[in-house]
């Protein structure tokens, strides 16, 4: 929870450095809307009408989520009767609603202040609950604050070396990759400072692991498919890291030290074709087409 | 470039207590910002991890320092499944 809190502490603390950043709606802004779709389509449901009329595009996905959600609240929370779900449901929105709502007036006072309170951080451990809706249909039980944690945080954020994540140019946050996130079903990365391509880990550990090894390669390759949204195609990714907050330290690696361009386009081929083995067929669709 | 827009059929599992039977399917245009994020999924399979391992050799990582913020809670993290 520290750690996708710090995410979005980080990422305010980087929008404040550059004002011109590039900011996403937050995952958390994405939670809440998925729960006013699939109170929508219960509704609708319930009263035993169909989909069709509802405004939004993705239905069939909503619908999905709806399912899973009433799933996991099932197993989770032992309830079992449909109504008392969907009361579940009900009150997670409303209080989504009032995180968001309270997340906003810090966030943007933050950004003209530059004070960095309990009420900034607290926000970020509530968004930090609300993620795990929109990423997983999974609603948290409760939404009680550790102390601890806001000093944590506060420590962590205590650490960060601005110079590490003043953009001259190019400064996005929580960038996607354009269609080659769908290629793998969605992916997002942590931020985009001019050519580095950064990822963020609150971890005890110091340690470049297999996995934080493997994701950098993979955004790497996302982004030579699709390109990331909103940066400039003149705009080149020529290194990859990974901040540590736990230790204020930024590793970086410079891509042509760990990628051999020769064999990379090979491997490129390889990529798109394994991920549309994954994500499409085992969804019973048409692969996407290379153009 | 990839072309991703495709469509998906819908139909709903029985566990619906008010479906009703008869709507037809939904097809609808799948967008990028409403799927899950799953990168992680994808290189968690075995033949992914194996074609990276192969491909990209991980260079050492000696880097030694102190933790400067070790985590003041000791509570167990507690994972979601997002898959």
Request: glycine letters at 4%.
């Amino acid at each position: 929870m520290v750690g996708t809190s710090f995410d979005y502490l980080l990422r305010f603390y980087i929008k404040y450095l550059n004002t011109k950043a590039i900011t996403k709606q937050w995952v958390a802004e994405g939670s809440l809307k998925l729960l006013e779709l699939v109170l929508e389509v219960n509704e609708l449901l319930e009263k035993r009408k169909p989909l069709k009329n509802l405004t939004f595009v993705n239905k069939e996905l909503v619908v999905e989520k709806l399912f899973k959600m009433l799933k996991l609240i099932e197993k989770r929370y032992t309830i079992k009767n449909h109504k008392q779900k969907i009361k579940f449901i009900k009150k997670h929105y409303q209080k989504a609603i009032n995180i968001i709502s309270n997340a906003k007036k810090n966030y943007f006072l933050f950004l003209k202040n530059g004070q960095i309170n309990d009420n900034l951080i607290k926000s970020t451990l509530l968004l930090a609950k609300l993620d795990p809706i929109y990423r997983a249909s999974h609603i948290t039980k409760s939404y009680n604050i550790d102390g601890k944690d806001i000093e944590d945080l506060n420590n962590l954020i205590s650490l960060v070396n601005p110079d590490f994540f003043k953009a001259n140019e190019i400064c996005l946050l929580n960038p996607i990759f354009n269609r080659a996130s769908i290629l793998v079903g969605g992916a997002d990365a942590d931020l985009v400072i001019d050519d580095k391509l950064i990822d963020i880990k609150t971890t005890k550990k110091l340690q470049m692991n297999r996995n934080y090894f493997n994701q950098l390669i993979g955004y790497y390759t996302l982004y030579r498919i699709g390109g990331i949204d909103g940066m400039p195609p003149q705009n080149e990714i020529k290194k990859l890291g990974i901040y540590f907050s736990r230790y204020g330290y930024l590793h970086l690696y410079k891509v042509e030290d760990i990628i051999n361009e020769n064999r990379f386009i090979k491997f490129l081929e390889w990529f798109k074709e394994r991920a549309r083995q994954e994500f499409w067929k085992s969804k019973k669709l048409e692969p996407p087409s290379s153009k | 470039m990839v072309e991703c827009s495709n469509t998906l059929e819908f139909r709903p599992p029985p566990l619906y207590p008010f479906y009703v039977a008869g709507v037809p399917p939904l097809k609808i245009i799948k967008r990028d910002d409403d799927l899950i994020m799953s990168l992680t999924s994808f290189l968690n399979k075995k033949d992914v991890r194996e074609k990276f391992r192969e491909e990209y050799p991980k260079p050492r990582f000696d880097i030694k320092k102190e933790i400067l913020c070790p985590p003041l809670n000791s509570r167990l993290r507690i994972g979601w499944n997002i898959f």
